[in-house]
């Protein structure tokens, strides 16, 4: 895309993270970020009235933060492009707030967007467009699933199949938990599983061999049960080989179904995003896999895999750029946006 494509910000609010990113094109210009991921620590979960206050002291200053690393001027700013859903109802509340005054005041069209979309979409900003139909492996926080996207960026996506119970990140959430590591858990497993064993302890793999759902519940409850018998016969647990047998189970379903997925839709490409796609292993599998089916893997650097405003921005510039109609002022913040829903 030229570098007279339209100059995008994107909010993002839908949890913890006040994310403002600013792209052009599929050029990153600016990605500021404000967490408040340290207020939650002590509740083991994000507090969602502790958030939205949070996002409302946040909010002007990173916007000023991502407008002077951008070099950019209030006035240049195109289009205002913001998580509509889903989320917390109250965080996103103050992201759709806020854009829509920044695009009422600059005179400029806003788009209410998906923010799974926008996990996908952030890829472009790494390693350029795409302009073929891919799978997707979205997992996050609260969703994981499987996606064919004929366009990324685009407003149609199919949804292949999707979490009957738990997320592949909350699995890692709540494991941490019991492990006695910090929120979020994801980071804490992803290192301790680098001194363990993957093979040392049989975990399930629910659902492994059947279509395109997943389902992490029993894996959760299994864990538990496998540390509490250590517990209870006065054994030490040992946490690393437990990280590391808990996250070739969920590494192992993930990457085995998006590979399936890629090679019976017929694309070349697989693209993964959100939150769980940081993880260090997920990444190594998924291209080892990727390479045996002679699939091409596409995953953004991890701090573009966790919740940030420049996905929002990515997906965004590409709305404008494919002409889509822009979002009424009255779009509501939609806490349970469908996936399929890529801009309201
Ligand atoms: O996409 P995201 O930042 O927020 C949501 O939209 O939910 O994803 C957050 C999730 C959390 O469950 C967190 O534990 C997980 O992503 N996560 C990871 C890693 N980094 C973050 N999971 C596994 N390995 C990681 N390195
Ligand atoms: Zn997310």
Known sequence: MSSDAPLVLGIETSCDET????????????????????????FGGVVPEVASRAHLEAMVPTICRALGSAGA????????????????????????AAAKAYALALGKPLYGVNHLSAHVAVDLLEHGPLDEPCVAL???GGHSSLLFVPRIGGEELTELGATVDDAAGEAYDKVARLLG??????????????????????????????????????LKTAVARWVEGRQRAGEPVPVADVAASFQEAVVDVLTHKAVKAAREHGVEHL????????NSRLRALAEQRCARAGLRLRVPRPRLCTDNGAMVAALGAQLVANGATPSPLEIPADSALPITEVLL
């Open 19 to 42: 994310g403002v990113g600013i792209v052009r094109g599929t050029e990153l210009l600016a990605d500021a970020l404000a967490t408040s991921v340290e207020e939650h620590a002590r």
């Open 73 to 96: 001027a209030p006035r240049d700013v195109d289009a205002v492009a913001v998580t509509a859903g889903p989320g917390l109802a109250g965080a996103l509340l103050v992201g759709v």
């Open 138 to 140: 979205l997992v996050s």
């Open 271 to 278: 693209v993964i995003g959100g939150g769980v796609a940081a």
């Open 181 to 218: 590591m910090p929120f979020p858990g994801g980071p804490p497993i992803d290192r301790a599983a680098r001194d363990g064993d993957p093979r040392a302890i049989e975990f399930p793999r629910a659902m492994r061999e059947d279509g395109y759902a997943f389902s992490f519940a029993g």
